[in-house]
């Protein structure tokens, strides 16, 4: 009777069990002998909140680009009809439908995994060294010697599993010439599903308390992650689009930079006129 009882007890203990407030402990850093940068960490994420604040006009400008390369080269060129864009824009709504109809805790592993290999990936880009990484649906952490904004970050703008697809494709494209390749138009259906991936775990998990976003200041964070995908999006969309260029693209920027101070200060006497 005893025995019985404690089973119902860790049973009844594990229906309470509460769901975590955040996916991942996202990054801890080892405990190894790191020069002084001589800045306070408040001071230092005060000096990027105004980087972030100073930031935000470009953040216009690059949706007002993406706006153009968006109507002039995908739907005033008609590449939205093609083959290609149909089997991207079906695989995004794939993974939107099992995202919000059918979230499973492996789906949530295999986000902390990609997150945490990103976090790995980027510390040794930086030259830095990984001693440990801990993945698990409930969350997951990095153990390692380096950490910058670009390390913590990485994992809410670099498409982890998009950039799997494309170098498994490319890998067999590259050793099984002399068979029949697949349609390209399969490889732009698990882009969009991967991407999508990307993006919808992003914007949830960007909702909730992520020590990656708190370390960097959360405006600082916001206006580069939103930069970061900006130009993502931006970069795939030229890649695609048989019409699209990144010399059109960058003039357009360049243009919309140059004039934002002048159609600002345009907009803001007609809303003084307007009130006047």
């Not at 960490?41 to 930031?55: D, E, P």
């Not at 970050?153 to 697949?182: D, G, N, R």
Request: with cysteine; proline share 4%; glycine share 6%.
């Amino acid at each position: 009777m005893p025995a019985k009882r404690k089973r119902i007890r860790n049973k009844r203990t594990r229906k309470r069990r509460p769901v975590p407030r955040q996916g991942l402990a996202a990054f801890v850093p080892a405990k190894t002998k790191t020069r002084s940068t001589g800045f306070d960490q408040s001071a230092l994420i005060l000096f990027k909140f105004w980087i972030g604040i100073l930031l935000l006009p470009f953040c216009w400008v690059l949706i007002e680009t993406f706006l153009v390369l968006l109507t002039a080269d995908t739907f005033g060129g008609d590449y939205w009809r093609s083959k290609e864009f149909l089997f991207f824009g079906v695989g995004c709504f794939l993974w939107l439908a099992l995202f919000y109809g059918f979230r499973t805790r492996f789906m949530m592993w295999c986000y902390v995994a990609g997150h945490e290999l990103t976090h790995a990936l980027f510390v040794l880009i930086c030259q830095g060294k990984v001693t440990k990484i801990h993945i698990s649906a409930e969350g997951g952490h990095v153990l390692t010697n380096r950490n910058n904004f670009l390390i913590s970050l990485s994992p809410y703008f670099f498409p982890f599993y998009t950039a799997v697809v494309i170098l498994i494709w490319a890998l067999m494209e590259w050793t099984l010439k002399e068979i029949k390749h697949p349609d390209t138009v399969w490889l732009y259906g698990l882009i969009g599903v991967s991407w999508m991936f990307h993006l919808t775990f992003t914007i949830w998990m960007i909702r909730r308390e992520q020590p990656d976003l708190d370390q960097n200041g959360r405006l600082f964070s916001f206006v580069i992650i939103f930069i970061a995908n900006i130009l993502l999006i931006c970069t795939m969309l030229i890649i695609a689009s048989p019409t699209a260029t990144f010399e059109g693209f960058g003039v357009s920027l360049l243009e919309n930079t140059r004039t934002l101070f002048t159609r600002f200060i345009e907009s803001a006497r007609e809303v003084y006129g307007v009130f006047s």
